[in-house]
């Protein structure tokens, strides 16, 4: 199956973004045999910072799949910027508002168009003090047991090193190292061909999230927390900056 046509917007921000990447950073990538080279499937990943979609994009990218972006709906409102990502294929999300459903009937054409479709299951960049992955939210899953195509995990490290969590100014040098891991399509079987509940699409998402937490893990050569990060039992708003005048650091 050939992959599916790209359109110029996308072919422009390849264009721009690779040369870019391999000028400014580091790679250290692993597991790229595990991205599918053909047919549609969703990559799921660790939010770190505003740089990882781009980390994340040039990785992909390198393993010869185009990318679509569940991205968040207000960045479609801003003037030119909208315009290219709509012309580039990226999914609005209308995150806690009831047309968020919208984005995921999208995402599922897209994946049955052939199409790899990037979705981060925290749904914002992680609150977690120490960045680890938080509680994750269920689309990935929904996606896949709609379409029954594979979710494939991929652990990233290192975004935020060049861009802090909801900071605006990068910091490019030094060279900063991107460090990439996907992992084997995640197992849903014993998910599918039964009836969808709330209870059934927490825990598949809760088992997505220990499998991502652990690449996480590895990456960082460190033991995450006992228990994931829950933003809904901390007061703290499930989107935007929770920080508002302060950038948190690690």
Known sequence: MPLPRTGRAYDIAAGVIRPTMLAFT???WRGGEHVPREGGFIAVTNHLSYFD?????????????????????????VPLVGRFLRSAGQIPVHREKRTAGDALKEACQAVERGECVVVYPEGTITRDPGLWPMVGKTGA??????????IVPIAQWGAQEVLLPYAKVPRLLPRKTMRMQAGPA???????????????????TNELMDVLTRMVAGLRHEAPPAVRFDPGK?????IGNPYKRRVPRK
């Open 53 to 77: 979609p781009i980390a994340l994009g040039h990785f992909l990218h390198e393993q010869g799949r185009a990318v679509r972006f569940l991205a968040k709906a207000s960045l479609f409102d």
């Open 186 to 204: 995640f197992d849903l079987s014993a998910y599918r061909d039964v009836p969808f509940t709330p209870t059934l699409l927490k825990k598949a």
């Open 26 to 28: 580091r790679r250290e």
């Open 141 to 150: 899953v929904r996606i896949a047991l709609r379409t029954g195509c594979e």
């Open 234 to 238: 901390t007061g703290l708003p499930s």
